[in-house]
Each structure stands twice: as C-alpha cells, then as structure tokens.
C-alpha cells in the first residue's frame, strides 16, 4: 500500500494556540482516518520558512502544507487584501457566514490553483484586528490624527492614511521595542498577536472595534494534492472542515479571554460603539471602493460581504 | 540518493571540515557542505529553496544595523575620534593592568544596551579599540579576543533580539527577559573584566601598561578631547532612549553624525570618504554572506530534524536532572559552534523548553541561560560570526589568534552559567520585584 | 590568447568595480534614508511609509553587489592555518579545490536564482505593503551577486596564481 510523506510548516509558535490546536487535530485526524497511509512532519515557528515565504515555498513543492496569513501574499493576490479591509466584517461571525455563501470562490480560489499551484483545503478567520495605543485611546477619528501606526499590510495603511495616521510598514517582531521606545503610537493587530508579542507590557491602551479581520488559510501543493488517492484528498478535506470549525470556536471564546488577559495586565480597554465604529467605516470607505474598482471581481466580494451582514 | 538523516549529516560535517581546512572561504564551506546535504535529502529541487533561504535571512530590518554602525566605526578609525578616547582610558587607568581590554569590554557592554545584534558591536568597537591596543603594545590574541567575546554582550544587554525571539516562542513577557538579564549581564562583564585584568596581571607582557605618570593638566585635556565621541554617544543612545529611533535608525544617525563630525574637523576628504565606504561595504558583505550560508546550514539540518533526534536520544537516557542539564548545556554548546543565533533559538528553543520546564526549571532562567549560550555560540569556531567579524575589520589579525584570544570566554560564560545555576535568584529575582504589582 | 584573457579579466574587474560604486554610493544613501526617516518623524511629523521597506532593499544591493569585489579584494573570511602549513603544490591544489568551491557554491545560487526571479515574475510576487513593489527586481540581486562573484573568482583562479603565497 501507497505511503505519503507530507512535510507541514508554519511560522506560527504552538502558543498561538488557537491556530495551532486545529492545526495539530488536523494533523492528527489524517493520519488516524488515513491508517498510517499519511505521515505528515511538522515544521512550526517559522524554523523553514516564515510568514513572507510560504506561498512560495509552497508552489515550489519545498513544503506540502502550509497555513497562510491571508496579509502576508496579498500583495501578490490582490484579492486576499479583503481581509485587511477597514471595517467590512461586522464580527467573526459575519465571516463565517461570508465564507459560507461561498466568498472565496469569488476568484482568489481559482487563482492560487491556476497561478499558484496551490490548493486551499480550508479557511478560518483570525481575531479581529483591534487598535493597540501607545499613551492615548483611540476613540473616534480625530485620535488617529498626527500617529504614526504600525500597518502590517497594503489595506490597512490605506485605511490609517484615511483617518488621519501615519502608516509605516513593520513585522510584528518589531512592535515591543517601537512601542517602548514610542517610535510608533499605533498599530491595528489582533489580540493574539499581542499577546504573542508581549504588546500588553508597552501599549496602554486598547480599543476593540473589529477593525478588519484576517484569515489563516489552510492549503496544500498542487501536484502533491494531485498525486493522492480520491480516499486520502476526502480525509483532507474533511479534516479541514473540522479545522476550520474549531477555529472558529476557539477564536470565540479566546476573544473575552484575551481582554480579560489585557485588563489584569493593566490595559485600558474600551470597546468602540457602532455609531463611532459607521463613522470610521465612513471616513475610510474610499480603501473600499478602491479595492471594488481594482481587484477583479471585487464587486461581487463585497456584494457576498453585504448580503451577509445580518444572520 | 535519499540517504538516511544520520548519514547526510556525517558527510556534510565531513566535507564541511575538509573544506574549512583547505582553506575555502567561510562562506563556501558553509554553503556547498549544506547544498551537498539539500541534494542528498530532496534531490535537485531541493536546491530550488536556497536563494529564498539566503533572501529571506538578508531581508530583515534589523540586519541594517550591521552596515551602519561598520560604517560609523570606519569612520571612527579612520580620525582621531576613537584614539582620543583610548588616549583617555590610557592616561587615566594607567594604574589598571590590562586596562584597555577591559575598557573595550566596558565600551562593547555599552554598545550591547543600544543594539540588539552580536555582530554591530564587535564589528563598531572592534574597529578602532584593536588598532588602539595593538598600537599600544598589547597581545593580538588578548585585543582580539577581548572584543570578539564582549562583542557578544549585545544579545544579553537588553535590547536583545534573542529575548524577543524567545519570548514569542516560550510564550513568556518580553519586559520580564529584558529585566531578567540585567544582573547576569552585569554578572558577565565583571567576570570578563576580572579575566582580563587577572591575565595581564599575571602576565604583564600581553599588555604594557603606560609606564609615564600623568599630571592633572594631561588627564583634564585628554577628557576634553573626547568630546566628538561623546557626541556620538548621544546621538546613538539619546535618540533610542527618547524614544526618537529604533536601534536600526540610532545606527544611521549615529554614522551620519560621524561623517559629519569629521567633515566639520576637516578629516574626511573625498578620497577619504570613497575609502570608508569602500571598506564598510565590503565588510559587511562579508559578514552578512557568512550569516545568511550559516542558515542554509541550520535549514538543512532542520529538515533532517537532527535536533529532535538528539534531544529524543538525551531525553530517553534517563539521566537524573543534573545530568540531563549538563547534556543540554552540551547540546547547546555543540549546536552554537554550527549555527547562528536565530537558528540556535529557534531550533532549540521548541525542543528544549518542554524538557526543562518539565525538569522544573524556570522558563525565564533558561531563556538567559540560552541567551549565554548563543553569546559562546558566536566566539566558538568553526561558526563563530564575531571571529570573523574581527578578522574582517582588523585584517592584519591572524584568525587562529583570535580563535585562541576568544576561547577563555567561553570559560567565563560557563562560569556565569554555573554560577547562575546555583543561584538562580540572581535571574528570577528582578523580574519578581519589578513585575509584582 | 593571452590578449583575448586580459580584456576578459579587465571587464570583469570593470563589472566588480561598478557593483562596488553602486554598494558605496548605495550605502550611503541608506544612512542618509534611516535618518530622514526619523527627521521625517519628528521634525516634519509625517513618517515615510515607505523607509522601512526601501532600506531594505538598500542592504540587499550593498551586500551583494560588494560581495564579487569583496573575493578580488581577498576579504572573505578563510581558515588559513593548516593550510598554511602545507607545501607549496599542496598549497596550490588546496587553493584550487576552494574556488572550485566557491564557482559550485555560485553556479548553485545563480541557477537557483534564475529560476526564482523567473517564476517571481510570471507569479507575479509583490510585496504586502503601499508600495507593492515587484519582488523578482529584488531576487534579481542575488543571482547578479553570485555571478560578480564568481567572475571574480574565475579572474583570481587565471590571473593571481602567485600572489597567493604573501
Ligand atoms: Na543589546
Ligand atoms: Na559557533
């Protein structure tokens, strides 16, 4: 009988753990379902390859599986910048109903099989992004004025230019000493990162407002994906369903937590009401139309977005 | 082809070593033993990953750091700058055996609390402190040594790119690090500066000290003298302590601020300029090729997974917990000499970690032990960046005498992890007090 | 023959001299942009989006155009002790076997590396950031890097044989 030897890699650490929890299952659950058949080797804290990389190291075949950051490819797949979009999901829970009603399949899908070589077995969305302040809250648009914000991605620079901020691009291994040494005011991220990051110790305030939410997206080499029997795909693809299910899960109670953890460590946390929050999507819609008017298909995204907004 | 872990890894440690000794360059052996390794694990292709490897190790904010301070130490060198401050540690320690080491040592501490890279440090300071001791009678292998070891008080000092490394892996509070450092880091330099006062105490010829005795007059001009190198210190950690600059910007100022210090002392012609940035450039290069062929090697055995075959086997042996932490000691010791510190962290680090918190000991603590152990990792050949650092800004040094100037470090970084060992409050204390409330 | 290696060696000493004019003038440029950054900051109070990302490009330009002129200068990093100890024809083959070395350690990274600028361009790889600047220029450096370099070590390996015995 046929043995598949898959080498997994992410450059997310363990103690992301609601990320890595459903990684490991699915792991886990494929070799279990697959009698041995499988054998998959993990790769975690970017000790292959980090975040910037693994589209490509996947298309290349260098590593079979990998569990992208949309942010981190969305320059080259433009269509991916949706999750760093400001303020188009409502909550986590707004995603999950978007995903459903099929929004990758509005393009990004088929454009990481055709150009990419790279097959997506599943799609769960981070903690939303939630601005993190050095020595003032952030309240309404005039406390974005005149800050400089650490933006991680093309989208939400837009969106920090448009309320007034100024964006500079940094990687999240950057943020404690910047916000130490107040070279940065700002940055939008999610709660996990700041926690991964130890933010809590250098940045005094915190304002919950689901400023954009991203995605952990689940996928696999083409030509490997192609070579495995109809049996062993139908494992895949059932195990990262069930991925994706607990993510999401895990991302809901970790959210309360994460605050919880954020208010003992001493952070101020205010949490944005919706007339605030619809004045912000106002002032930084024009980060939206652009992507309706540049990405392809990039009307129809967002149609998905809107026909979702209420369960 | 597809050859087991264990014999990949012996014939490419076996050709690496045949390499080293004919005398490639670093870079190559390096290189061409781990390409060996990718092909013999994944064929051809496998070699389609290397120049993203290299990229990838290249392409990150704080290596920037390295080129600038080389530049602004250049240029130190290349004026008076940095002799009018060894002319002020020599005329006012004159007493002190070995007292120019030891003020290098106290210079690179110094540097080590405004850059978070091992390699700025022993290459800014390396760069006119040698010259300054060779030109002073001291022994090559005492100056290089000395600069090259202290270089590496940059990862412990916070900031510190290994603590922050760490701190995502461990999932442990960055601050708390820093702060765990503080005492063991001081521990580090004292013990270093006892070494090399010690040394030269016992023998007086590695290090002539100035026989004249200076009056006032002479110690109060040679102070004055040294103000553009206390401009320069301002510019650097000023702005990283008001919190105007990162530690890679403080770098670019502080280079700027130098070249424009001597244009305004009118040292710095065109032919002069064209010179530093020749040579800048060109260590770096060097330096930076070594770090970034370092990490095809730590990816080649990463995908081998020796470290996990390693920690598997230490692991079942059964030793009793002293034991076990001295085979860990070792492990670290052994993976240092073949590897470059982000790859020893974050190899190690996944590996290690459960072992030792399960053995009972404090994730904190080990986190500065590893954080001492890559300061060995990068005096220990034959992957030992800040030897080659050395080498590189000071060529006229043989590389063997500043191997051999480097290794009674190592020793005192044992003893500063022995000594932390048994007393581990001396790590755990502060951040207990500082982080209470 | 012999004239047709020496105008060989002289554009190779040209092409490494021009990698090298770029590097210095390169290198400068980026502690002027890191400072700017924190004039731009402070004094002007509006911070360059683009400075993080732009001095990086500036490192990955010094380090590999400087590193062809880097093995003409004899700067790169060897362990010379035993070989110092060898006879003279051990000494010349040793001197060989490692720029053999260092042609398959370039003859790696600019096979490697075309492929990679190539597929960067029809994948059309782009950095995450405003600037979306398109990735293949920036792996394009490393393989004109590692063929400075190795034009530079083929050029020592014909035209040096003897300086290597100083
Ligand atoms: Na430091
Ligand atoms: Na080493």
Redesign the interface.
Known sequence: QETFELTFSTYL???YEYVWKPVEAFVKTVEDKSDGRVKI?V????????G??EL??L????IDITNMTG??????IPALTLFTLPFVFDDVAHMERALAAGLADQGMKQELND??DVVILGLAPWDPYEFYSRSTPILSESDFV?K?WAT???SD??AI?LLGG??????S??L???F????IDGTPRPLLTGI???LY??AKHLTISNFAIDTSILAINRQRWESLPADVQQIMLDAASERDRDQIARVRSFVEEAIAKYEEAGVAVHRMDAEAVSKLRQATKAAVDEFASTVENGEKYLEIIESTRNP | MFADPITIIAIVICLFIVLLVIGAPIFAALGVASFLGMYMQGGMSALLATPSILHRGLASYSLIAIPLFILMGEVVARTDIGSRIYTLFNVWLNRLPGNLAAASIGSCALFGAMSGVSVAGAATIGRFAIPEMLKRGYDPALAGGSVAAAGALALLIPPSIGFILYGEIADLSIGKLFIAALIPALLVIVLMMIYVCGLTFLKPHLAPTASASYGWAEKLDALLRVWPALVLMVAVIGTIYLGMATPTEAAGIGAVAALGISAAQRQLSWATLKDILRSSALTSSMILLILVSALLFGYLITRLMIPQMLAEWIGSQGFSTWVLFLFILGFLLVIGMCLDIVSVILITTPILLPIVIQMGFDPIWFGVILVIACEMAVITPPVGLNLYVIKGVVPELTLKSIMWGAQPFVLVEILAIIILTIFPALVTWLPSIAMSR | MSRILGTASRMVTQANRLGMVVAQIVLLSLAVVTTYGVVARYVFGRPSVHVFEISIYLLLIITWLSIGWCMTADRHVSMQALSSVMSTRWKRTAKIISMLSVMVFCGVIIWAGSNQVISSYVRGYRSATLLAFPLWIVYALVPIGAALLILSTVQRLFTSPSTDDQ
Request: without cysteine.
């Open positions: 650490p363990p103690t080797k790769f975690h804290s970017a000790q292959l390859f980090d910037y990389d490509q190291a298309s290349r075949g260098d942010t981190y490819p969305s320059g080259t150009k990419h005149g400089v991680s991605g093309s620079a837009k230019q100024s964006p500079t691009g940094m990687p291994s950057e404690y000493l910047s130490d040494r107040g070279v991964g990051r130890s110790e250098v």
